[in-house]
């Protein structure tokens, strides 16, 4: 089965402080995904990457950024965190390239639940 | 762009009863539609697709979900629910400008009761 795992299910941090969210797959899969689901906002999509070293912004990447220095590896950076990222962040990761017609299955973790004092 | 909507927040169905969670969507062109599920303290889990084909699909734990083109809907459908089911449950659109990444809608939580 495909395993994603998140180093963290619960953080809490102070205003300010650098946080890192740490996500692993053990698929090989090309593309890795970061969302933060809030209630009634269902999920939305921070950043993406499609390979190594490679990154997209997705819909509300303000206040974060990403790595993937190995294909196994997406980790999100919240620079200096504030309240309002206070969240679960979700992430997923997916087998298929882009551009592609494809399933569009992705594989979840289990979600970080981060708290910003 | 490509969108999904759930127009409920909520759904109460008693056990055994048949369940349908909805989902209205806004894609040009031939959607790519998903159904997850994310049950409490964990993350979400693929439940079913339609790419093409038969507009009914079927999907994990006994769910379907019908296509129905000329309302651009995709409503989840059990025949009976169980307690078990309760949890939140996604839609979403496959956005194919671009990089194709998924668009979720907000999310229904599904209580089934005893």
């Known amino acids: 089965d495909v395993k994603v795992t998140q180093s963290s299910r619960y953080l809490v941090k102070r205003t300010g402080e650098k946080v890192f969210l740490e996500c692993v797959q053990d698929?090989?899969?090309?593309?890795m995904f970061w969302y933060r689901q809030d209630p009634g906002l269902g999920l939305r999509l921070i950043y993406f990457s499609y390979d190594v070293k490679m990154k997209e912004k997705g819909d509300i990447p303000e206040g974060y950024s990403v790595s993937r220095e190995k294909k196994e590896r997406f980790s999100l950076i919240l620079e200096s965190a504030s309240t309002n990222q206070t969240s679960m962040y979700l992430c997923?990761?997916?087998?298929?390239?882009?551009?592609?017609?494809?399933?569009?299955?992705?594989?979840f973790g289990e979600g970080s639940r981060l708290t910003v004092l | 762009a490509q969108s999904v909507a759930q127009p409920e927040d909520q759904v109460n169905v008693a056990e055994g009863n048949p369940l349908t969670v909805k989902c209205t969507y806004s894609?040009?062109?031939?959607?790519?539609l998903f159904w997850y599920v994310q049950y409490p303290n964990r993350g979400l889990q693929f439940l079913l697709k339609y790419i093409t084909g038969d507009n009914l699909v079927k999907g994990s734990y006994g769910f379907e979900a019908e296509f129905n083109k000329s309302q651009t809907s995709f409503h989840l459908k059990k025949p009976s629910a169980l307690v078990s089911d309760s949890a939140l449950y996604f839609c979403?659109?496959?956005?194919?400008?671009?990089?194709?990444?998924?668009?979720f809608g907000t999310g229904t939580r599904l209580l089934v009761s005893p």
């Open positions: 979403a659109v496959r956005d194919k400008t671009g990089f194709q990444k998924l668009v």
């Open positions: 698929m090989d899969h090309e593309n």
């Open positions: 997923a990761s997916s087998p298929e390239p882009p551009g592609l017609v494809n399933t569009g299955e992705l594989f």
């Open positions: 894609v040009s062109g031939n959607p790519y």
